[in-house]
């Protein structure tokens, strides 16, 4: 009888902890096995969006909550696709709380809203020609990064990342292993760069190195140690992200090109493969997509011209 009543306290203790010690045993539990960029990912939400008005919820009070309120009062503010990235945090901590603490939230009923597809927005043939003479005169790595963006479709993330030893001159392949991006470090209350693994495990990946970029890499190859990244051409300086677009930025100010944001050159590079007649499956594994279909929802939309030529052969 003393057993079952000590259990039956320890039950009562453990469903009137808050929502903030659920989503910290939540974030121990997840540490080991995610990325230290993820994770810091998590805490920035948690404390930007989710736990301002969730952080005294107690446990017991999780399966009646209104989680759809919630996220509509959260919509006001936030995209579409910051919402769903939420949601997924919101979900995984309650799938959490049911499995550990034995509850019974009905997650299925919390709605994520659905997300306006963007058109892809590319540069014109003759801007594309502008921006690559610009950056073969000025040839310093900084412009050969942008060469390097519109010949491989690299993330500006992973091109910050790229060192000489991930460019195989011999074989004519660039890896992409990691990627580079500034976090928010919570407990020390500042940001910091992080250079961690890729987006997904299907962003490791082997690029090939066409014939037009290995003649403009050889001629610098030899200048710089396998160790040094790219961009900076130092072992110890990581040009990141943000600075990077900045230079880019002023490039396409330069080269009289409308402020275009740095993934158009990654947009630019899978049309321009579709173009020419690549298969999906391909382009999917050049672009590190996790799936065929997120390329194929992406880049497969053919133009009012191309799809007249088809009807023509009919």
């Given at each position: 009888m003393k057993v079952l009543n000590k259990l039956k306290e320890i039950i009562k203790k453990e469903r009137n902890i808050s929502f903030k010690e659920l989503s910290d045993n939540w974030l121990k539990s997840k540490k080991i096995s995610i990325k230290e960029s993820t994770y810091y990912h998590y805490i920035y939400f948690l404390n930007k969006y989710i736990l301002?008005?969730?952080?005294?919820?107690?446990?017991?009070?999780?399966?009646?909550?209104?989680?759809?309120?919630?996220?509509?009062?959260?919509?006001?503010?936030?995209?579409?696709?910051?919402?769903?990235?939420?949601?997924?945090?919101?979900?995984?901590?309650?799938?959490?709380a049911n499995e550990e603490y034995k509850l019974n939230i009905n997650i299925k009923k919390i709605k994520s809203p659905k997300l306006v597809k963007n058109k892809v927005v590319i540069f014109s043939n003759r801007e594309k020609g502008r921006l690559e003479n610009y950056c073969i005169k000025e040839n310093s790595l900084k412009s050969i990064g942008i060469i390097i963006c519109l010949n491989t479709g690299l993330r500006v993330g992973e091109?910050?990342?790229?060192?000489?030893?991930?460019?195989?001159?011999?074989?004519?392949?660039?890896?992409?292993?990691?990627?580079?991006?500034?976090?928010?470090?919570?407990?020390?209350?500042?940001?910091?760069?992080?250079?961690?693994?890729?987006?997904?495990?299907?962003?490791?990946?082997?690029?090939?190195?066409?014939?037009?970029?290995?003649?403009?890499?050889?001629?610098?190859?030899?200048?710089?140690?396998?160790?040094?990244?790219?961009?900076?051409?130092?072992?110890?300086?990581?040009?990141?992200?943000?600075?990077?677009?900045?230079?880019?930025?002023?490039?396409?100010?330069?080269?009289?090109?409308?402020s275009y944001k740095m993934h158009t050159l990654r947009h630019y590079f899978a049309t321009n493969c579709i173009n020419v007649g690549m298969d999906i499956k391909s382009l999917s594994e050049i672009l590190g997509h996790s799936s065929v279909e997120v390329t194929l929802e992406k880049y497969v939309h053919p133009d009012l011209k191309t799809q007249k030529r088809y009807l023509e052969k009919l």
């Open positions: 301002p008005t969730m952080e005294n919820v107690k446990l017991k009070e999780l399966e009646d909550y209104n989680y759809n309120n919630f996220i509509i009062k959260l919509a006001e503010d936030l995209s579409a696709k910051t919402i769903r990235d939420l949601i997924c945090i919101l979900k995984s901590i309650l799938y959490y091109l910050c990342a790229l060192q000489w030893k991930n460019i195989d001159l011999d074989r004519r392949i660039l890896f992409v292993k990691h990627t580079v991006q500034r976090v928010y470090d919570d407990e020390k209350k500042k940001t910091r760069i992080v250079m961690d693994l890729p987006k997904t495990a299907s962003s490791i990946r082997e690029v090939p190195i066409s014939n037009k970029l290995f003649d403009i890499l050889k001629l610098h190859k030899k200048k710089y140690k396998d160790e040094n990244f790219f961009l900076s051409g130092e072992s110890d300086k990581i040009i990141e992200p943000r600075n990077y677009e900045k230079y880019y930025k002023q490039v396409l100010k330069k080269c009289k090109i409308k």
